[in-house]
């Protein structure tokens, strides 16, 4: 089974941590990446850029617009995700209870099983 562990983002906890937290956080993605291609459960993990870089794109008439900035004006925001293959949402919860940032408050990760891939 599918599921994509995301990352939400609030910039002000990030700066609010000490350069330890954040080195910590850091290596604790590190070790959490080999863990998961050590298992084998890893499809793919990306980081996004601030959503202040953003663009949002809809179409009105026939033609794109174009907006700048994120969808939905918030504090949090996707910050990047883990795919990951794995036998069932427990799995999946258990995988997303590793990530460092689950133990910071104002930081959150969701669970979310992939309903169609392509």
Not at 2 to 13: C, Q, R, S, T, Y
Not at 81 to 110: M, S, T
């Amino acid at each position: 089974m599918k599921f994509l562990i995301g990352l939400h983002i609030d910039p002000a906890v990030l700066d609010a941590l000490t350069d330890e937290e954040k080195a910590g956080l850091g290596s604790g993605h590190g070790r959490f990446i080999q863990a998961l291609k050590d298992s084998g459960e890893l499809i793919l993990t990306q980081a996004l850029v601030d959503p202040s870089q953003s663009v949002v794109v809809s179409v009105r008439g026939g033609q794109p617009v174009v907006t700048d900035g994120p969808f939905l004006a918030a504090k949090e925001f996707l910050g990047g995700f883990y795919l990951v293959d794995c036998e069932n949402k427990e799995r999946a919860v258990e995988l997303a209870a590793q990530i460092p940032d689950a133990a910071i408050p104002g930081l959150g990760v969701e669970v979310r099983q992939v309903l169609f891939s392509d």
